[in-house]
T-cell receptor, first 111, second 113 residues
Framework: EDQVTQSPEALRLQEGESSSLNCSYT??????LFWYRQDPGKGPEFLFT???AGEEKEKERLKATLTKKESFLHITAPKPEDSATYLC????????????FGSGTKLNVKP | DTGVSQDPRHKITKRGQNVTFRCDPI?????LYWYRQTLGQGPEFLTY????????KSRLLSDRFSAERPKGSFSTLEIQRTEQGDSAMYLC???????????FGSGTRLTVV
């Protein structure tokens, strides 16, 4: 059964304290893995797409990496404005019934 | 174009009533998606349009739900005979490029009382 699991559910960091969020997946055939940021009361904002193991993408303080079983979103020297819920999603087939979101990690960065 | 617009932002309805939501995508985007998100969960796929054609619906979608995208522009999502379990945030997204590179609207929060 296709599954996407994110951990931890919540993460509290001090400003400047680097950390990583995890997205593990079990799908029959990964077509792509996606990271989004969601602020309260808003829709998700697309961040990255990763297609194959070993691939990395960076944007400001965020870096996403992918292995055959999981993806990490590394946050370097976070700032309070990085506080949000970070969602990952996987595409496991050609149709959108095979596009699954995880439950997210709620990140709180304190000044 | 300032993004994907959804209307209304909030809707409170009594159980059994019908509700309709509207989504205005980014004008040059030919793909449009509806998702549903409950508290503490990630979005769940409901349906997908390419231009005016509805190409895919969630296998889990009740026949009380229907969506349209006339002329490939705005889209509407209607829920008939609402139930308390329909309470959720309904998100619309549009895209033109690769799968997953969506622009989401801010959603319509539905509360069924």
């Amino acid at each position: 059964e296709d599954q996407v699991t994110q951990s931890p559910e919540a993460l509290r960091l001090q400003e400047g304290e680097s950390s990583s969020l995890n997205c593990s997946y079990t799908v029959s055939g990964l077509r792509g893995l996606f990271w989004y940021r969601q602020d309260p009361g808003k829709g998700p904002e697309f961040l990255f797409t990763l297609y194959s193991a070993g691939e990395e993408k960076e944007k400001e303080r965020l870096k996403a990496t992918l292995t055959k079983k999981e993806s990490f979103l590394h946050i370097t020297a976070p700032k309070p404005e990085d506080s949000a819920t970070y969602l990952c999603a996987v595409q496991a087939g050609d149709n959108f019934n095979k596009f699954y979101f995880g439950s997210g990690t709620k990140l709180n960065v304190k000044p | 174009d300032t993004g994907v617009s959804q209307d209304p932002r909030h809707k409170i309805t009594k159980r059994g009533q019908n509700v309709t939501f509207r989504c205005d995508p980014i004008s040059e985007h030919n793909r449009l998606y509806w998702y549903r998100q409950t508290l503490g969960q990630g979005p769940e796929f409901l349906t997908y349009f390419q231009n005016e054609a509805q190409l895919e619906k969630s296998r889990l979608l009740s026949d009380r739900f229907s969506a349209e995208r006339p002329k490939g522009s705005f889209s509407t999502l209607e829920i008939q005979r609402t139930e308390q379990g329909d309470s959720a945030m309904y998100l619309c997204a549009s895209s033109q490029g690769p799968v997953g590179a969506y622009t989401f609207g801010s959603g319509t929060r539905l509360t069924v009382v």
